[in-house]
C-alpha cells in the first residue's frame, strides 16, 4: 500500500496562476482533508470531504477550490494564486467521519511545497 | 475558532535529558491526538487520549490528558537524537464536526549528541 500519495512534490508559480494539487489514498478511507502548513501556525484545515460527493469548507477555505473525484482522490484548486498561499499543503485521509467510530488516526501524504512569486 | 498553544516552540536539548511539552487550550475536547512530524514527511499520530486524567506511555514518551480535557503534556524520558522532529498536538472536538481536528501550533524539537 502507497497510503497518501501527492503530486507535485515541489511547484512555484506566479502571481495570477493557477494550478491544481492532486491526492490519492488506496486504504479506502471515507474521509479526506486538505491543509496547509506554514511556521508557528501548526496545519489549519482548508476542506475536507465526508464521502465522495460531499466537501465542506474547513477554517481557511477563501483562494481554494476542491473536489472529491472519487473514493480515492481529493484535488486542490488554486484559481489565481497568490504570494499569501506560499505553504506546504498537506492531505490527509481517515477511515470514518463520525467521532463515535472510535477510530480517528488521519494519515497524511509527503506534502507539496507551493511557493508563489 | 478552537485554538491550541503549544510550548515551548522550540527546544534543543542534550542526548539524555528530559523534557516536556504542553498543549493547551480555553476549549474542551472529546480526545486528544499527539503527532510527529519528521522534515520533508506528514505527520504521523503517536498516541489518542480519550479519556479526561488518561495517562499513556509508548516507550519512553509519557501523555497525558487533562482532568477537564482541555490540556495535555507529553513528557519524553532520555531523550535520543531520534526524538528530533516536530510534535504537534491535535484535538477533536466531536461536537458534529466529526472527525475535523484542531492543530496546535506545534513544537520544534532537537535532541544533539
Known amino acids: 500500500n502507497a497510503g497518501v500519495t501527492q503530486t507535485p512534490k515541489f511547484q512555484v508559480l506566479k502571481t495570477g496562476q493557477s494550478m491544481t494539487l492532486q491526492c490519492a489514498q488506496d486504504?479506502?478511507?471515507?474521509?479526506m482533508y486538505w491543509y496547509r502548513q506554514d511556521p508557528g501556525m501548526g496545519l489549519r484545515l482548508i476542506y475536507y470531504s465526508a464521502s465522495e460527493g460531499t466537501t465542506d469548507k474547513g477554517e481557511v477555505p477563501n483562494g481554494y477550490n476542491v473536489s472529491r473525484l472519487n473514493k480515492r482522490e481529493f484535488s486542490l484548486r488554486l484559481e489565481s494564486a497568490a504570494p499569501s498561499q506560499t505553504s506546504v499543503y498537506f492531505c490527509?485521509?481517515?477511515?470514518?467521519?463520525?467521532?463515535?467510530?472510535?477510530?480517528?488516526?488521519?494519515?497524511f501524504g509527503p506534502g507539496t511545497r507551493l511557493t508563489v512569486l | 475558532t478552537q485554538l491550541l498553544e503549544q510550548s515551548p516552540q522550540f527546544l534543543s536539548i542534550q542526548e539524555g535529558e528530559n523534557l516536556t511539552v504542553y498543549c493547551n487550550s480555553s476549549s474542551v475536547f472529546s480526545s486528544l491526538q499527539w503527532y510527529r512530524q519528521e522534515p520533508g514527511e506528514g505527520p504521523v499520530l503517536l498516541v489518542t487520549?480519550?479519556?479526561?486524567?488518561e495517562v499513556k506511555k509508548l516507550k519512553r514518551l509519557t501523555f497525558q490528558f487533562g482532568d477537564a480535557r482541555k490540556d495535555s503534556s507529553l513528557h519524553i524520558t532520555a531523550a535520543q537524537p531520534g526524538d528530533t522532529g516536530l510534535y504537534l498536538c491535535?484535538?477533536?472536538?466531536?461536537?458534529?464536526?466529526?472527525?475535523?481536528?484542531?492543530f496546535g501550533t506545534g513544537t520544534q524539537l532537537k535532541v544533539e549528541l
Open positions: 490527509a485521509s481517515s477511515n470514518d467521519l463520525l467521532w463515535a467510530s472510535g477510530s480517528y488516526e488521519q494519515f
Open positions: 487520549v480519550v479519556t479526561g486524567g
Open positions: 486504504m479506502n478511507h471515507n474521509s
Open positions: 491535535a484535538g477533536e472536538s466531536g461536537a458534529g464536526g466529526g472527525n475535523k481536528l484542531t
